[in-house]
């Protein structure tokens, strides 16, 4: 079974520093990964995702991800949070292609802070 | 073009009442899937749908039942609703079923009293 795991529940920066944001997954395959965003009352916006191309994964907004076989790690990062990145941020594990139902499994959220 | 929309944005219901929630895709997108979000919690998966079939079903109950019409819009049912079934419901689409990104709508908020 398909799983992520974010390791803070909560991250605290100030703004103008970098932000990570750590997830770990486990997969029987080779997994399709997603980061989401979910703003306060807003829906999920797709940040990024890695479907087995280029291992470093660019996304919207300055963030960007690694994707590390070996650490089975997806971590999250940014070089400079902005007051506007405030927000819950999910870790996201896709099935494989192929075959019927393609669910996504979501981490259980990070919820970034950015301090002036 | 639009994005993934969904209806009605807020419900309020009583324990053991029945709720339709509803769903349209994004243009061109044949999957739709559906997912809760209790507060505080991760999108938990319930139904995918795909070219109108069952692709998918998640840890529910059979109170929770869905539908995709030949327009791909879907709908998401609850039956004898639950004080626990307060959560937003959240409409995701895609072009298909495999490992692809998906366009979330902005979800149902239902309150169960």
């Known amino acids: 079974a398909q799983s992520v795991t974010q390791l803070d529940s909560h991250v605290s920066v100030s703004e103008g520093t970098p932000v990570l944001l750590r997830c770990n997954y486990s997969?029987?395959?080779?997994?399709?990964l997603f980061w989401y965003v979910q703003h306060p009352n807003k829906g999920l916006q797709l940040l990024l995702k890695?479907?087995?191309?280029?291992?470093l994964v660019k996304g919207i907004n300055g963030f960007e991800a690694e994707f590390k076989k070996s650490e089975t790690s997806f971590h999250l990062t940014k070089p400079s949070a902005h007051m506007s990145d405030a927000a819950e941020y999910f870790c996201?594990?896709?099935?494989?292609?192929?075959?019927?139902?393609?669910?996504?499994?979501f981490g259980t959220g990070t919820q970034l802070k950015v301090e002036l | 073009d639009a994005g993934v929309t969904q209806s009605p944005t807020h419900l309020i219901k009583t324990r053991g009442q029945h709720v339709t929630l509803r769903c349209s895709p994004i243009?061109?997108?044949?999957?739709v899937s559906w997912y809760q979000q209790v507060l505080g919690q991760g999108p938990q998966f319930i139904f995918q749908?795909?070219?109108?079939?069952?692709?998918g079903r998640g840890n529910f109950p059979d109170r929770f039942s869905a539908r995709q019409f030949p327009n791909y819009s879907s709908e998401l049912n609850v039956n004898a609703l639950l004080l626990g079934d307060s959560a937003l419901y959240l409409c995701?689409?895609?072009?298909?079923?495999?490992?692809?990104?998906?366009?979330f709508g902005p979800g149902t908020r239902l309150t169960v009293t």
């Open positions: 995701a689409s895609s072009l298909a079923t495999s490992g692809q990104a998906r366009g």
């Open positions: 997969s029987s395959y080779s997994p399709s």
């Open positions: 890695y479907t087995s191309a280029a291992t």
């Open positions: 996201v594990v896709s099935e494989p292609p192929g075959g019927g139902g393609n669910k996504l499994t």
């Open positions: 243009s061109g997108h044949k999957s």
């Open positions: 749908y795909y070219e109108k079939e069952e692709r």
